[in-house]
Structure formats: C-alpha cells, structure tokens
C-alpha cells in the first residue's frame, strides 16, 4: 500500500477526532461542572442530616435531662413534706416497721404490763420505795420501746442483707424477658422474710390501683432504709425517662453492696473506739467491785450517806455524757 495513503488516512482519522473534541469540550465541561454542583449540593444535604440528627440527640438528652432532675425535685419535695417537723416516725409508724401486728393499745398494755412486773419483782428484793418506782417507769415507758427499736433495727438489717440479691434476680428475669410487674411477683412469693413482705405490700398497693412506681415509693413507709428509698427513685425516673432498666438496677445492686461494703469496712475500723469505750465505761464499775472486795468500810460511806449519793449522782452523770459523747464520734452515718 502507498505511504501517502497511509498518511492520509491517519491525517485524516486525527482531523475527524480533533473536531469531535473541539465540539464535544464545551459539553463534557458542562457536564462535569454539574457533577461537582451535585456533589456539593449532597455533601451539604448529609452534613444537614448530620447536624439535624445530632442537635435531636442533644434535644433529647436534655429533655431526658430534665424529666429526671424534675422527677428527684418532686420526689425530694414529697419526702420532705412526708417528714416535715418529724425526727422520728410515731410509734404506730414504728411498731409496723418493727415487723409487729400489735396495736398501739395492745403495745400500752404490754407497757403496763411490764412495768408493773418490774415494780413487783423490785420490792420483792426488798429494794426501796423510790427505786421501785423508777424501775416501774422504766419498765413502763423505756423497755417496750426499746425492744420494737431493736426489732426495727433488726428487721432493717436483715432487709438490707437480701435486698440486693433480690435485685438481681429482677435484672436476670427482666433481662430474659419478663415483665418487671412479673418480677416484682416473683420476689414477694419466693425470696426470704423481710424482703418478701415489702414486695408483697407492693402487689397488694398494685392491686389496688397504684402505679408500680407510686407502689415502690411506699416502701420506706414500712421499710426505714435508705436502699428502699434508692429503689424507689429509680423506678420512678425510668418510667418517666426511660432508658434500659436492667442495667439501671444492676447499677443500684452493685451501689447497695458497696454501700454494705463501706459500712462493714468503717465497723472494722471502729472497733478499736468501740473497745476503749467498753472499757472506760466498764473501768468505775470493776474498780468499785474490787474496792469493796478488798476494803468494803472504805467505800460502803458512797452508798450509805447523803454526800455519797450526791458523789453518786454527780459521777453517773459525767459518765453518762462522756459515754454518749464517745457513742456519738464512733457512729458515722452515711
């Protein structure tokens, strides 16, 4: 084939392809210029996205916000108005707490009772007049009250040791699917006294037409620890704010055993106070004890004369506050 041909037609072939390029330039810039506009157009589009989704997060997390901090001042305020002017509940309130089923008729006459038994054993043992007649009053007014305050105590101990392995058993029952009201059924029928009549008296609040958790709110009515009081507020927050409840009790179950931990820790560290305390309160009593073992003239005059009474008295007294003072710089409260 001739070699000018051959030129000719790539001379050619080269011409045809740099018209097409001349006329299709300005068309495939275009075409690119809007490819970016578009491009602009859908980065802006996703970044208002991003922002619309982020500035709702924050609304809701504010808003969530303030449902709890709205729930704790109204449940603040309820307590606060359930306790005003009251450092101690009545006597009603606290023979119900004691876990008793006595009256407060019934609690009147058991005073008599008792100290009328006191009287009569006092002045059997041939003791005067005056003691008798102390010992009737305290019989009467201290010793009832002093043992429901023990089987309080007692009660609220034994509470607060089971309680947060009932919480447990809520998260795992709640945590595989069931309902919390079926829970809360589950602990009032099978886990050990105290806590079963607590969340009894939740079912029957339930039954009788209250909310689960206006139910659990009443709980430190009959049950005087701070715990029943936690247990209700979280309720009461995550049925008003929402949120996973399993895992907010699971964090109250783990707070109440390190509160327990906490407590048994500061005991540990108290019992040294505790022992000088026994011991100073102690000393007088051993020491008049040996004094009249060994010299008994020497100290018969303290309890045979007027001055040695008003020694006596005096004595009993500072003791009295040096003891209590003790008693107080030993209790930590928390």
């Known amino acids: 084939m001739d070699s000018s041909l051959i030129l000719f037609v790539v001379l050619a072939a080269v011409s045809a392809g740099a018209l097409a390029y001349g006329f299709l330039f300005s068309r495939v810039q275009n075409e690119r210029q809007a490819e970016r506009r578009f491009e602009t157009v859908r980065s802006a589009e996703t970044d208002r996205n991003v922002v619309r989704a982020s500035r709702d997060r924050m609304a809701e997390a504010t808003r969530r916000r303030k449902s709890v901090q709205d729930t704790l001042k109204d449940i603040e305020e309820k307590q606060k108005a359930r306790g005003q002017g ?30 009328l038994c006191l009287f009569l054993l006092f002045v059997i043992l041939g003791a005067p007049i005056l003691v008798s007649l102390g010992a009737m009053i305290a019989g009467g007014l201290g010793l009832p009250r002093w043992f429901v305050t023990f089987m309080r105590a007692r009660r609220v101990k034994a509470f607060l040791s089971e309680f947060p392995n ?17 829970a809360v059924r589950m602990i009032a029928s099978e886990s050990p006294e105290p806590v079963r009549s607590e969340f009894k008296r939740v079912v029957e609040h339930q039954q009788l037409g209250l909310s689960l958790p206006e139910a659990v709110l009443k709980m430190p009515e009959t049950m005087p620890a ?25 964090n109250l179950s783990k707070v109440l055993r390190d ?9 540990a560290l108290s019992m040294e106070a505790k022992a000088s305390a026994w011991i100073i309160g102690a000393l007088p009593f051993i020491v008049a004890i040996l004094v009249y073992l060994s010299s008994p003239g020497y100290i018969m005059p303290l309890f045979t004369t007027s001055t040695g009474h008003l020694i006596l008295l005096v004595s009993g007294i500072w003791m009295s506050m040096g003891l209590l003072m003790m008693r107080k710089m030993m209790n930590f409260d928390f």
């Open 259 to 267: 509160r327990k931990k906490m407590k048994a820790k500061i005991q």
């Open 86 to 115: 009251k450092h101690k509940p009545p006597l009603k309130v606290q023979i119900r707490q004691a876990g008793l089923t006595m009256s407060i008729r019934k609690f009147y006459v058991v005073s008599a009772i008792t100290g």
């Open 166 to 182: 009932a919480l447990d058993v809520i998260v795992r029952a709640v945590k595989s699917g069931l309902p919390l009201n079926d």
């Open 226 to 250: 701070a715990e029943a009081s936690f247990f209700g507020i979280v309720i009461q927050i995550q049925s008003q704010a929402g949120g996973n409840l399993s895992e907010a009790i699971g």
